[in-house]
C-alpha cells in the first residue's frame, strides 16, 4: 500500500520515536519535497524538534500540480502539495492532522489519516502495547494539542 504523508504527522512520530510505526501499518510512505523541506527546516528551527532527521525509508517525489480546491483554500505548501501528491500516485490515504487539509481532503475524495487514527491501528494490530503513554508524550514532547473529549474517545476506542 502506498499512502502520502505531510509533515505534522511524520515530525510529531520521529519526536516520540514512533515513526517505524508508518511502514508497518501502510508499507510506502511518500513525501512531496516541500514535506521533506519542511520537515527539515521545523528540525532545524524549532527546539522541541531539534536534531530530528527524515527516516531513511521515506521516498520523496515532486508533486504533480496543485488542485485549483487545493489552492483557493490557502493550504501551506507543505498541506498542498502533499494533496497533490496523493491524488497523483492515487495513494491509499493521506497522513494529515491538519483540520483544513483533512477538509479539503475530503473534497477531493482522499481517505485521511491523523496520529490519532494511525496510533490506534497500531494498538489494534498489536504494534504498541498501549495508545495513552504516546499520547501523554505527544503533549509534553511535541506540544501536539489534544482537545480532552477527543483524547477520551481515543482511548475508549483503544480499550483504555
Known amino acids: 500500500m502506498i499512502v502520502v504523508a505531510d509533515t505534522s504527522v511524520i515530525l510529531n512520530l520521529c519526536r516520540v520515536r514512533h515513526e517505524h510505526l508508518l511502514p508497518s501499518l501502510f508499507g510506502r510512505v511518500l513525501i512531496p519535497d516541500e514535506v521533506a523541506g519542511e520537515f527539515t527546516r521545523l528540525a532545524g528551527a524549532d527546539a522541541r524538534f531539534a536534531g530530528l532527521q527524515l527516516p531513511e525509508w521515506i521516498e520523496m517525489e515532486s508533486a504533480p500540480p496543485l488542485p485549483s480546491v487545493a489552492v483557493r483554500a490557502n493550504l501551506d505548501t507543505g498541506e498542498s502539495a502533499a494533496i497533490a501528491l496523493c491524488l497523483g500516485k492515487s495513494a ?49 514532547e511535541a506540544g501536539f494539542w489534544i482537545a480532552p473529549s477527543l483524547r477520551r474517545r481515543v482511548l475508549a476506542l483503544a480499550g483504555e
Open 92 to 140: 491509499a490515504a493521506l497522513l494529515i492532522d491538519e483540520s483544513l487539509g483533512r477538509a479539503v481532503a475530503a473534497q477531493l475524495g482522499l481517505k485521511t489519516i491523523g496520529i490519532l487514527g494511525i496510533l490506534l491501528e497500531a494498538r489494534q494490530r498489536g504494534l504498541i502495547s498501549e495508545v495513552t503513554s504516546v499520547l501523554n508524550r505527544l503533549e509534553s
